[in-house]
């Protein structure tokens, strides 16, 4: 109780600092659920609240973050010739991914939580919990070597004309952290397409470390005797860096060339940082749908109409892309990521459960097209998702127009009865 | 529509055949007769398919041209899904429909009655409320004055707007007080029990002589016209409608309610003269809502009940809600009015006929974990809070609700049940700070969501406090309404199309169907907090007034 008394002891005053109020609000209410009680209707509520129905879907990610961080090493080594085998050189890689992805974690919250909380103090609300699944997503559907700049610019168009332009948490048609992928995506697109972009550290084609690399890290592995970061290996000449989609465009026996398919179903590929090992995500997404947090309707039909459209195109077969057997599309790209978190976004996604359905659906459906037979987008899923978002609200207005009309009939056959 | 997706997948499943056929034709073999033996096969499975289907097809119209088919027994040839995954219905259920309710929940809590024993409280004061009656204006016409003695059955007051409704005293003795509240609107008319009760003399009516007209006069003059409520809106019904239907449901599934088996017991009578004049007053029927989850047969007042007709409702609360039921058995359109009854008010109908006097006797529940004894009470209409519980424990930072934790109504230690409740339910006030208690709570609480290990427990019983476990946030998750409420509704986007006064949207999405206590368990849940019983009767409240 001694840090509860403290705390409302330092409590800002909301008159005369509405927005240090807001903040102190934002973490108090972090550390100890309030002691509102309830008034008017209901005497008791449910002990889950918006809170840790967020947290849950962080947590959901976790999985993702340390493969991913470890990835991001992982590919860096593979692409110097150094350390190749998986589980060689394990804290070489953990420490070259944490120097990655640690940036990119903090900015994001930082710069989302700013503006959220800015924009909370302005209203006078409390400070909603959105972004806090937000933020944790964001740098994982980004490139490991993405400029911090455009990272900071990206969230701070998704979070301000994407979110807050429409009244902020629960009222936003654009899924937010796609909408920061996109807007990188389409305003800078060199540092988020091709196929250098994937594998962190090689674009000058040398490695070159900073001073967490020699210093920090290198100071701790030499007091172990493990082996340290060099500077100046360069990246071998049979390396491209390419992704399986971009290879696929010549056949599946052309990404086998270069990935192997385990290596492509547990993740040891190029890509954006959270989306490459799948049985991780489908972990994160099974917690999600035993607790009941994201929709399995839209997950399961997403799964089916990415099936259909790939079984079509197999029938169809007119180019070596096409060719590509309908199961190993899923063992490329981020089909899964997409599925469990992107397209699960319960505020942009249709609310009718029949909806649910459809928008899943079509979302794979196009998804896949767009992977598939357009050359200039190697994946599908972030515009699918952001075209169906704006189409889930009229797929809820035909769902919604049949229950009225399933009454206005019910009305008629009980007036001629 | 399903005809043209069996088509697509069908489409989809011959080309690929067709392709992995096409590929083994480069190959080996003698192509053609792949491709013959298996279209022969296929061909096969349909006709077989379709023999199945018409035999199946067959045999159900079979049944109901025999008119054995009442719908509990499956005369197909194929189990229906619902009928693998659904309960198994106990032996005792049969006469009527049986209708299966999937959704909703259960909320179980500690402070039940533990027997069926009925005791005599010692209740002294009594109150009419005027703002039980929605609808009401708020200052009403009070036809006596403090320190006037008056009998059971006796006019209080009358709404200026439907004088002909008298709303009677349910105790006999002195009026004590007219409480006013906010605005001088009238809060309270408070009579002071005697100790022997005195009813107001009611001349006898001869049911089966007697008009419509005549009985509605009747039930008016001796205040048994409010016991009935009228839907949409949940009004006093209108004297001048006939409603479609009338429904009654036997059992109440919210927590901690009443048994109604134990609150019948010997009044059946009663129950019974009252059906029999509901019946009189519609030219629909009287439909009452039975539970199909008790092992044990309902009471067989209800079972063996005359002149109406019987639903069984099978599954989790808010199953015994009337308002699910009417759904069910003949939901509300646009224009329709229904009228309904709880069980008890039922019976003081039936009395006014059977023992010639306006009897308001309640059997009500003193139900949760701060009280030293739950138990049943016999007691009347309007009861004090403070009398009903005295010296059954110690209430220190508590709340006492008239109703039950979802639906009822906050009442202060010197507050009256409400004219409707049959349940006072005690619960501890949760004003306290819970370090993370959002994310890792120190004790079980109830909860619907599955990231608390309570659906793992499906019996366990809860302690429930009124903190409110986080704060009001917008509306975010989807389906969790819907999941919570056994109608063809999207309470979500019925809440939403209020709050922006979509009259159209309103009616269309079925806001006639629905009162709060429909939507309780809907706010119980709720994520983002929202005040949905509010929103809902805002709604209802501005529907009413448009007329």
Redesign the interface.
Known sequence: MGLLNFLKKIEPDKEKSPMLHTVYDGFFTFAYAPNTVTKGGVHIRDGMDLKRTMVMVVIALQLCYLFGTYNIGHQHFVALGQHTSFFSAIHLKIAYGLIKIIPLFVISNLVGLGIEFFYAAKRGHAIEEGYLVSGALIPLIMPPDLPIWILILSIAFAVIIGKEAFGGTGMNILNIALLARVFVFFAYPTTISGDSVWVSGIAEGVSNYGWWHMGFFNGIFEAFGWTLFESGASVIDSFSGATPLSLAKAGWDNVLLHYSESEMLWGAIPGSIGETCKPFILVGALMLIVTGIASWRIMFSMFFGAVVCSLLLNAWGANPFMEVPWFYQFYMGSFFFAMAFMATDPVTAASTDRGKWIYGFLIGFIGMIVRVLNPAYPEGWMLAILLLNVFAPLIDHYVLEGNVKRRLKRAKVAETT | MKNGITKLAFL?FF??F??SVTAQSSGEGDPSNYFIVSLIAVAAIILIAVILMISDNLMRIEAKQLGVDDGIVNYGLFPKINDIFRSKLPKHVKGGKVFFLKRGHN?LLEGKPSGNNIEDAQVSTFALQPPNFIGMSPIPKVVVEKGDEVKAGDVLFFDKKRPEIKYVSPVSGEVIAVNRGAKRSIAEVVVLKDKEMKYRDVKPFDLEKGSREDLVAYLLEYGAWSMIQQRPYNIVAEPGVTPKNIFISTFDSA?LAPDNNTVVAGRGKAFQKGLDILNKLTDGKVYLGLDANSKHAPSEVFTNAKGVEKNWFNGPHPSGNVGVQIHHT??I????KVWTLGVQEVITIGALFTEGRYNSERIVTLAGKELDIPKYVKTYQGANVKDLTADNGSFENV?F?SGD????Q?KSENGFLNFFDDQL?V?K???????????L?LKP????????PNFLFPNQKFT????????K???????QY?SMLPM???P??LMKSIIVNDFERME???IYELSEEDV?LC???????Q????ILREGLDVMREQG
């Not at chain 2, 006030?429 to 994310?439: A, P």
């Not at chain 2, 946030?473 to 389906?479: D, E, L, N, P, S």
């Not at chain 2, 706010?523 to 907090?529: M, Q």
Request: glycine fraction near 10%; charge should be negative.
């Open positions: 989809i080309l690929n067709a392709h909320i927590p003949a939901s359109s646009a224009g329709d709340r609700i934790v979802l639906s009822g906050s339910t619960v006030e949760g004003d306290y700070y819970e370090m993370f208690g959002w994310l709570p609480r109830p909860s619907v969501s599955r990231t608390f429930a406090d009124t903190n409110a476990h986080g704060e946030r917008a509306f975010v998750m989807t389906g819907e063809d509704i999207f979500q986007h269309g999405l079925g309780a706010e119980f849940a709720c994520t983002s907090k005040p949905l019983q509010k």
